[in-house]
């Protein structure tokens, strides 16, 4: 699942990979929401925000939504130097082990918090949160072939539409568009079903919930990771 890369991969792989990871990303999406109010995988809402407020005569809270955004593509751009340089030393392991650092984060924030009030860091809290869904979209896209996006909701939406619309069309665009269809209706299935789980386990468990998702990570990261180093 975290091993084979673009055209070595098969369509289970991808959809197996997609509902873990979007389950994940919209379970810590709901969190973000409920704890400080900011969608931290919803780039489209927060550049939007930022438009609106800043016109409104707001800057200070404006720029907050545009770090946040900015957060998003540090996390992208930081694993993405990270797996380039894996691949050139053809390190297999290398998008596991950016799962595994994604698990290593939420660890380290839920056990910050869990130290102190949580309402004291609910920016600092957002800002990580958005790295890290910059940082697992990035590591979909690129192990994918930019075929699974996790918390790219409104792309994965406009696919579904395009790919309905294929499906009334000829025996060939259905047989491509079918694949595509199940990959995307699944990873946004999942994405609100986390969100579901995420919003009603943060009632039960609290600052728990970082430590969840980052073991829930750690057991699909690591032993992709010592597959690929024994192989």
Not at 108 to 122: C, I, P, Q, Y
Not at 167 to 181: C, D, I, Q, T, Y
Not at 201 to 210: A, E, K, S
């Amino acid at each position: 699942m975290l091993i084979r890369v673009g055209d070595a991969r098969t369509s289970n792989i991808d959809l197996v990979l997609a509902g873990l990871l979007s389950s994940i990303a919209g379970a810590l999406n709901a969190v973000g929401f409920l704890i400080a109010g900011s969608f931290t995988a919803n780039m489209t809402g927060n550049i939007s925000a930022f438009a609106d407020i800043i016109a409104n005569g707001a800057p200070i809270i404006a720029f907050s939504f545009l770090g946040l955004v900015l957060a998003f593509i540090c996390g992208a751009g930081m694993v993405a130097l990270a797996i380039q340089a894996g691949e050139r030393r053809q390190l297999r392991s290398v998008y596991a082990l950016a799962i595994a650092a994604e698990a290593i984060i939420l660890l380290l924030v839920g056990t910050a918090l869990a130290m102190s009030s949580v309402t004291k860091h609910e920016t600092f809290l957002v800002i990580v949160l958005s790295f890290v869904m910059g940082l697992q979209n990035a590591v979909t896209t690129m192990i994918s072939r930019a075929r699974v996006r996790t918390t790219h909701v409104s792309g994965m939406a406009t696919d579904i539409g395009i790919e309905l619309a294929s499906m009334v069309g000829g025996e060939k665009s259905r047989h491509e568009a079918a694949p595509k269809l199940r990959l995307h209706s699944l990873t946004l299935a999942c994405f609100a079903f986390g969100g579901f789980c995420g919003a009603l386990l943060f009632q039960i468990v609290g600052i728990w919930l970082f430590m969840i998702a980052a073991t829930l990570l750690l057991f699909i990261s690591v032993p992709e990771a010592l597959r690929a180093h024994r192989s």
